[in-house]
């Protein structure tokens, strides 16, 4: 996973977060998606073990029942906006595809070793 793309979720992120600071925001964003990643990343890994690598159809398999991985993001950051990441992976799309796709990139790099 790279620092730019973990850039780009963050800023993603914040630019539909409300507030004015949004380089703080987007800071918020990235810790809680770096610390959400492994965890997410083990379930994609599951779903490559079962012949799925699609982002779109992972996506949809590790959203269901994540909430819970969110937690040990809370001690991090506000509880306001990892519930905000939390609701977004979940809900939205193209966030939801963003982090899927790193979290099937370090599934990959996993199964490789």
Same mark, same amino acid.
């Given at each position: 996973m790279? *620092?730019?793309?973990?850039?780009?979720?963050?800023?993603?992120?914040?630019? #539909? /977060? =409300? @507030? @004015?600071?949004k380089? @703080? $925001?987007? *800071? #918020?964003f990235q810790s809680v998606v770096? $610390?959400?990643? =492994?965890?997410?990343? /083990?379930?994609?890994?599951? $779903?490559i073990g079962r012949g799925v690598e699609d982002v779109t159809e992972t996506w949809q398999l590790i959203r269901e029942g994540s909430e819970g991985l969110f937690e040990e993001a809370l001690k991090k950051a506000d509880r306001v906006k990892v519930i905000f990441v939390a609701s977004k992976f979940t809900n939205n799309k193209l966030i939801g595809e963003m982090v899927t796709k790193q979290a099937l990139e370090i599934a990959r790099r996993g199964k490789e070793n």
């Open positions: 790279s *620092q730019k793309e973990l850039a780009e979720i963050a800023a993603a992120l914040a630019s #539909e /977060y =409300p @507030g @004015g600071d380089a @703080g $925001t987007a *800071q #918020e770096e $610390t959400v990643l =492994p965890p997410l990343a /083990y379930r994609a890994s599951l $779903t």
